[in-house]
């Protein structure tokens, strides 16, 4: 039973270009999360997805950033023209549909560096 | 809104003594508590929750953490501290009526040989 497979682990973008970040949650798993650490920075909580449905998109920027989970496949994060700003590990984690009483599962993280 | 604070950016201790790393939360309601350690250009690992009852919880490794409701606290101890102890740890919450957990800014953690 796989973990949370997370890739590319590392990821490098001129400025300008896109990123994307793709999650595949345990097996049984339907609840996506995705955080950002910056460094000497704590886990910041970006997005909460279920198939096909955004439910809390609260911790997302406004511009550039979009997350989606679709039916079949994986959940993917995507920047759109990555700033030197975007440089940071993006974590995701998931969780059973009978809710995360027993917490998260993370995967190993994506590491996005901007040049 | 949720929240957790760290108050410790950074844990000393000698090994083979006794180590506490800090937590406090804030929460509406009744919380969900965790401990996640982070070792270095890895992914967090589940180290113990609090969901009810006991207030003490023990978790890997031989970790510790104790709810204390009226301080609002669940700070993470272990009696006897090892080198490979040496991580960052993240203390987090969950609002039981939310289904997303919030994450301090994290201690780091050395144990000196």
């Known amino acids: 039973n796989a973990g949370v497979m997370q890739n590319p682990r590392h990821l490098v973008r001129r400025r300008g270009q896109e990123a994307r970040l793709r999650c595949s949650p345990m097996?049984?798993?339907?609840?996506v999360y995705w955080y950002r650490q910056l460094p000497e920075e704590g886990l910041k909580f970006m997005v909460y997805?279920?198939?096909?449905?955004?439910?809390?998109e609260s911790g997302m920027p406004k511009e550039r950033f979009s997350a989606e989970f679709p039916k079949e496949g994986p959940s993917i994060l995507r920047i759109q023209q990555v700033v030197r700003g975007d440089s940071a590990a993006y974590f995701c984690?998931?969780?059973?549909?009978?809710?995360?009483?027993?917490?998260?599962?993370f995967g190993s993280g994506t590491r996005l560096t901007v040049v | 809104a949720q929240s957790v604070a760290q108050p410790e950016d950074q844990v000393n201790v000698a090994e083979g003594n006794p180590l506490t790393v800090k937590c406090t939360y804030s929460?509406?309601?009744?919380?969900?508590l965790f401990w996640y350690v982070q070792y270095p250009n890895r992914g967090l690992q589940f180290l113990l929750k609090?969901?009810?009852?006991?207030?003490l919880v023990k978790g890997s490794y031989g970790f510790e953490a104790e709810f204390n409701k009226s301080q609002t606290s669940f700070h993470l101890k272990k009696p006897s501290a090892l080198v490979s102890d040496s991580a960052l740890y993240f203390c987090?919450?969950?609002?039981?009526?939310?289904?997303?957990?919030?994450f301090g800014k994290g201690t780091r953690l050395h144990i000196l040989p």
């Open positions: 984690a998931s969780s059973p549909p009978q809710g995360i009483n027993y917490g998260y599962t």
């Open positions: 097996k049984g798993h339907s609840h």
């Open positions: 997805l279920q198939k096909e449905n955004i439910i809390d």
């Open positions: 929460v509406s309601g009744n919380p969900y």
């Open positions: 609090y969901i009810t009852g006991d207030n």
């Open positions: 987090a919450v969950r609002d039981r009526r939310d289904d997303k957990i919030i």
